[in-house]
């Protein structure tokens, strides 16, 4: 389905995988373990062929948005793009929270256990794919990842935000690796001038601004409080 000019939400995936065709054929996330197949079918049916898909940009590592890549990449001319801590997460050399391990444990036993891989390139702030520019929105995961494409206020926020109804809300906070940086890279998201929200899960969101302010918290509040949280973390580094 077309939300924006050239830029679809894939069916039939679990995860939200967004397949931009212009400038270049890329995707951003790639769903679960397993959903690859139906991306490829889709790329099939608006008129986009195998060789073409440039690349797969990850919002993060998560098996909901992550999953699909390894098998998308060997079927596909695609290179797969994170953040250098996503790509961490990827290979299997970070490691991840409880919940998340839970999480991948339970995959495995639906038949869809994530596959550990390495990524072909890293992307930071300043750098750009298939016109929308990387936004570092950490929080929900440490290394996350939005992508933004300023002339149409498209936003890929993949989980930096959670969207509930009418709701815009920041990750429950036992789905985040930091809380406060979570809110804190909501209220950069707000500053841009979003028309549309992608978000990872759900359907597209118009006009998000004002529940993204609410959702980022009131101005300053979560920087001081991060600033806190981070003093406080540095004594303890230095005491050890
Ligand atoms: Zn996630």
């Known amino acids: 389905m077309e939300v924006a000019r050239d830029v679809h939400l894939v069916p039939g995936t679990l995860g939200n995988v967004v397949l931009v065709l212009k400038p270049q054929v890329a995707l951003f996330d790639s769903g679960l373990p397993g959903d690859g197949p139906a991306v490829l079918a889709y790329l099939e049916q608006v008129g986009a062929g195998r060789r073409d898909l440039s690349a797969i940009a ?106 509930a109804g009418l709701d815009i809300l920041a990750p429950a906070f036992w789905d985040t690796s930091s809380e406060p940086r979570a809110r804190v890279s909501i209220a950069r998201l707000a500053d841009l001038r979003v028309q549309l929200l992608i978000p990872g899960h759900g359907p597209p969101y118009r006009e998000p601004g004002a529940g993204l302010r609410r959702a980022g918290g009131p101005p300053g509040f979560m920087e001081e409080r991060l600033a806190r949280v981070e003093e406080r973390r540095e004594r303890r580094r230095r005491r050890r």
């Open 58 to 163: 990850l919002t993060h590592a998560d098996p909901g948005h992550a999953g699909g890549a390894p098998w998308l990449r060997r079927n596909t001319s695609a290179r797969i793009l994170a953040s250098p801590v996503e790509a961490a997460v990827a290979a299997g050399q970070r490691p991840v929270t409880t919940a998340r391990q839970v999480g991948r444990t339970l995959l495995g036993l639906a038949g869809r256990r994530p596959e550990t891989f390495a990524v072909d390139g890293t992307i930071a702030d300043g750098d750009e794919v298939a016109g929308f520019a990387v936004v570092s929105t950490p929080g929900h995961t440490a290394g996350h990842l939005s992508f933004f494409r300023s002339d149409d206020g498209v936003l890929v926020a993949g989980d930096a935000v959670r969207v």
